[in-house]
DNA sequence: CTGAAAGCGCTAACAG
DNA sequence: CTGTTAGCGCTTTCAG
């Protein structure tokens, strides 16, 4: 079933069908209606790949995804494929698993099939990959951090900021030997917090201890294991700053699994607030990343530029999000505050 | 940069070079290798569409997802997502939020695409909607049970029989005031959830009360309303069998808010076995189903079918997995006997 | 307002 | 082994 069937049917040209489908309004009101009733009978949809030959414009947006697992990734995603599906879009999430080479090679993929731009979330790759996606004049926007992020649009948080902010709030409650558990992936956000959390401990005069930081994969799993290492330690800390909530929740069973009370004996924080961080006991006091918002912005971000609104040669824009304290139980804080701020 | 730049720069004809990318077999050595030469240099790529127009293959496939922040569909997603990509397909995903017209519209659009097979994940959709993709000769696969599977493939478990046995556990365990808390999505799975509930009751001898049936929202929120509703009911139940983990999950937050001990007050079970499920307090009871290993089935079946192997016209198969109970503290077991089977 | 025809980039049958 | 050429289905000038 093609153009020219209905042509034929309607007794027209195929310019003519052609025509009531993509500039209607050139087309004589009598002509129209009757291929239009044709179009609905017989359920014609143009061919999608005529079309794109000729416009070489897909309707499709690539969303990078470090792990599909992951719901903090996935939320942002879940903002990403909102605003695309409201537009119209559809996005092909990759899923990417933290593997550079995997990244790659959905992008070539995605170049390859002209998709019409592309949003990295926590990207592992390196800018003269980047550079490839630019070449082909396709928008790209970032969400997360990232080094290479040079002349890219951005959309994040703060994470040594928020991160420093973490510690202070443990420093504040009273705990002076803080461990950091933090995630292998995402890399480059996880350095930022390894800096935030140096940062404070430096500005409040305490000394660093290798030891009480360690690199763990980012899954329950590694926090049990990194927690278990810290609370094993001939000087073990009191409080554990987790990069994020599921490291936080994998280093509560192993403080538990210790015999270990929390926070009287050890104190846990975590990052992104994810949907169970209270759900489990107690409460996880964590950083509220603004998940759901990232991934709206970014996208809105792409289609501006998509849709022209934006010029291409504009500057780069850097959207810096704000990130919450979200106080629970876990990390001890002095007065019952329920959750601040 | 097409087809035709490489062949000028390379001294021979558009057929040569198409062959090269296609056939190679069928040139002269020397010239692939001059020309292999050039398209490396000139990172030249066929361009997509026109491949499609042509073969009408796309290496795509759609994939549908009824919530893409839960983490039980994102499993087999992911099942899905392992395959495809090892078979150098790519997988649509779509975020399809149990509604059906969304689902079909996404539909529509993998349609247009000419995907070259789709899968479904707990589909709310009706027969004819799937006549639609049959009648382009698109194959189908379902996972997740279905009333409307008839002549469908379909890779699930038995739901029935699974919840039969969640609840026959919690009456071996000595309950007798059983409440069952059932999701609204997936529909039709949790209808047939309930089946088992009623007939374990009734097997049991055990009197079917009405009050102690509740439809809620498939999420955290639900099942804490929902336990929250039967722990105030005149002559509360003494255990509640919740048709996934994350209405467990709420289910037991309410519970421990109404200030009752879990599992000697209230015993819960959970369906599903998600990662997060003996991470609460207490660990939670629930049903074991092979998320990852449904999606990977599927994926397969799909590939089979789409490779030919499989006759289109063979009689549609069904392929049931095997749940399997894990047994844990929420459920209030007799004996400690940690995860059995 | 409508039709004829060129062309988008690629593949494959056919001839050489 | 290689080139010519006719499509694939659609859009869009250019005439009329």
New binding site residues.
Partial sequence: ???????KQA?????????V???P????????EKIEKIIAETE????W???G????KTGTIGLMIPHILNSVHMEIAKGVEDVAHQKEYIALMCNVEHDAAKEKRYLDQLIKRRVDGIIFICSSLEKKDFQLVQEQKIPVVLIGEHKNSLGLHVVSIDCKQSAKKAVNHLLESGHEKIAMLYGTEPQIENEYKMAGYKQALKEAELPFVRDYLREVENTIEGGYLGAKKLAELADPPRAIFASSDYIAFGAMDAIKDKGLKIPDDMAVMGFDNVRMSNLVEPKLTTVEVPLHKMGVYGARLLFDIIEGEEEPETEPKTILLQSKLKIRKSSGHKERIGEMF
């Fill in positions: 079933m093609n153009i020219r069937h209905i042509a007794g027209v040209s195929v310019a003519t069908v052609s025509r489908l993509n500039h309004e050139n087309v004589a009101p009598k002509t129209r014609y949809t143009p061919n790949f005529a079309r030959l000729n416009f070489n």
